[in-house]
T-cell receptor, first 113, second 115 residues
Framework: GDSVTQMEGPVTLSEEAFLTINCTYTATGYPSLFWYVQYPGEGLQLLLKATKADDKGSNKGFEATYRKETTSFHLEKGSVQVSDSAVYFCALTQSYNTDKLIFGTGTRLQVFP | EAGVAQSPRYKIIEKRQSVAFWCNPISGHATLYWYQQILGQGPKLLIQFQNNGVVDDSQLPKDRFSAERLKGVDSTLKIQPAKLEDSAVYLC?????????????FGEGSWLTVV
């Protein structure tokens, strides 16, 4: 079945470092891809999304590009802040069931000053 | 705009007891979801409603879990009897219906501990 694989955490960085969190997927058809973020004690929030190949989603300095050839949707940010510390989830919705999100296991990011 | 509301936020029960969680989606959202998030894992869909009808409940353990969405607005998720492995965060989410890449909005979750 369809699935999402994320790099294991925690990812520990100093403030202003470059961030990459890897995400790859397995899916039939043409899924839409998402990154959700979960700050401590809060619910999941949509960070960015891409609905077709070569689309780039971006928000709050984060970016991810939908790469169909490598089935990847890696999350990047050029300069992280302490406030970015959270758990990041990669997810997809299937092309034939656009309302069902399938999540990866999440990657915890810890940013230190 | 108010977000997805859930209650209670935290609940501790003994195994074999019952528990119920309540969710109020964003106004006007026809689709409502319940997800289960076990510690260290990503959320897993338990049940999806479209208005007051069930669209997908393939991963709902129906021997102990039940959910309803009377009148197509609020929803309740019930667990009876609870098992230790039901300890998780139960996330309610909602969306307006159907186009590809539709945004799904999540509540803060109801944290359940079964002892």
């Amino acid at each position: 079945g369809d699935s999402v694989t994320q790099m294991e955490g925690p990812v520990t960085l100093s403030e202003e470092a470059f961030l990459t969190i890897n995400c790859t997927y397995t899916a039939t058809g043409y899924p839409s891809l998402f990154w959700y973020v979960q700050y401590p004690g809060e619910g999941l929030q949509l960070l960015l999304k891409a609905t077709k190949a070569d689309d780039k989603g971006s928000n709050k300095g984060f970016e991810a590009t939908y790469r169909k050839e490598t089935t990847s949707f890696h999350l990047e940010k050029g300069s992280v802040q302490v406030s970015d510390s959270a758990v990041y989830f990669c997810a997809l919705t299937q092309s034939y069931n656009t309302d069902k999100l399938i999540f990866g296991t999440g990657t915890r990011l810890q940013v230190f000053p | 705009e108010a977000g997805v509301a859930q209650s209670p936020r935290y609940k501790i029960i003994e195994k074999r007891q019952s528990v119920a969680f309540w969710c109020n989606p964003i106004s006007g959202h026809a689709t409502l979801y319940w997800y289960q998030q076990i510690l260290g894992q990503g959320p897993k869909l338990l049940i999806q409603f479209q208005n007051n009808g069930v669209v997908d409940d393939s991963q709902l353990p129906k021997d102990r879990f039940s959910a309803e969405r009377l009148k197509g607005v609020d929803s309740t998720l019930k667990i009876q009897p609870a098992k230790l492995e039901d300890s998780a965060v139960y996330l309610c989410a909602s969306s307006s219906s159907g186009s590809s890449g539709n945004t799904i909005y999540f509540g803060e979750g109801s944290w359940l501990t079964v002892v």
